[in-house]
C-alpha cells in the first residue's frame, strides 16, 4: 500500500504508543519487521513553544524508515505550525491524534474528544493538510461511546479534508482497552473511502492478523499492546501472512538477548538515569509468562544499571532452563 507518496511494504505498522514506542523501540521493530511506525504523539502546543520533550518525541532516525510523527490538539492553526515544525525533524508521514483515549488528552479537547467535535476534526485535518508537503493521515476511535459511534462520518469528513489514510481502532472512548473490538465499523470505514485504512485493536500474532485483514479489508494491520516486550511479533505476522507459518516465540535466551539490546539503545538515546527507569516496565514485559516472573517483576522495579539487567536476565535464562529439565 502507499500513504500518499509513501511506499509500505508489508503487512504490520507499530502502534504510536505514549511512552512505548520511542526511537529504540521503533528502530528494534522495523528490524524485526514493522512494514511502518508511528512515533509517540506530541503535544501541539508544546511543538509551537519549542519544548525539548517535544522535539525529542518527533526525532526520526534512518534506521526506522518508512515513520510517521504524531501530532495532537484541538486548534487548527496551532495543529498547522505544529505539523510545519515537526518537519523539520524528518518524518515521512504527519500523524493527526484523533483516538487517545487519555483524560489528559481527551479532557482538553484533542485525541478522541475531537470524534465529538467533527467540524472542528475536520479544519484541523485540512489546515494540516495545506501547511505541509508530506502525507497527513489520521488515527482515530470507533467514536466517543456506544451511542455516538461515528468513524464513517469522520472518516469521510477527513477524506475531504486531503488526508492520505486513516487508522481506525475498533473501539470507543468509553471502551479505553477493554473488549470488545468491533472489526465491523473498520469494515464500514473501509467501504465509505478511497484512501487506505490501517485497522487497529488487539492485532497480537499472525492469526488475528489474518482476521484483522480478511473481516475488515483493511489495507494493514496496527499494533500496540501485542508488541510489548515482543518486538518480533512483526516477524511472526509477516510470515503467518506470506505462507500460513506459524513462528512461535523465541527462546528465552534470545528473549533476553532482545531485551538488553533494547534497553542498551534505550540508555544510548536518553542516557542511563532516564533509560534504566523507563527500562523497568519493558523489562517486566519481556519476562510476561516466564517462570517465577511475579518475583523478577519485584526485582525489575529497584533496577537501576545495565550490570543489574544482565545479571537478572542471566538468572532468568538459568530458572527456565532448570524448569525445562525438570
Known sequence: M?????????????????????????????????????????????????DRKSAGLLAVSPKERPAGAQIFGDEPGTMALAAVSALRYGP?????????????????????????????????????????????TVKMRSGWDADSVNAVELAVLCEEAGVSALTVHGRTRAQMYAPPVNLDVIREVKRAVKIPVIG???????????????????????????????????????????????????????RMDVMLRHIERLCEYKGAYIGMREARKHAAWYIKGVRNAAMYRNEIGAISSMDELRALALRVIRDQESGNRE
Open 92 to 136: 515521512d508521514v504527519i500523524d493527526i491524534n484523533m483516538g487517545c483515549p487519555a483524560p489528559k488528552v481527551a479532557g482538553n479537547g484533542g485525541g478522541s474528544a475531537l470524534m465529538k467535535r467533527p467540524e472542528l476534526a475536520w479544519r484541523i485535518a485540512e489546515a494540516c493538510v495545506r501547511a505541509v508537503n508530506v502525507p497527513v
Open 2 to 50: 502507499n500513504i500518499g507518496n509513501v511506499e509500505i511494504k508489508g503487512f504490520a505498522a507499530l502502534a504510536p504508543m505514549a511512552g512505548v514506542a520511542d526511537r529504540a523501540f521503533r528502530e528494534l521493530c522495523v528490524e524485526y519487521g514493522a512494514a511502518y511506525v508511528v512515533g509517540e504523539m506530541a503535544s501541539s502546543k508544546g511543538i509551537a513553544m519549542n
Open 200 to 254: 487497529n485493536g488487539d492485532v497480537v500474532d499472525g492469526k488475528s492478523a489474518a482476521q484483522m485483514l480478511l473481516q475488515t479489508g483493511c489495507d494493514l494491520v496496527m499494533v500496540g499492546r501485542g508488541a510489548l516486550g515482543r518486538p518480533w511479533v512483526f516477524g511472526q505476522i509477516n510470515a503467518y501472512l506470506a505462507d500460513g507459518t506459524v513462528v512461535p516465540d523465541p527462546p528465552i535466551g534470545e
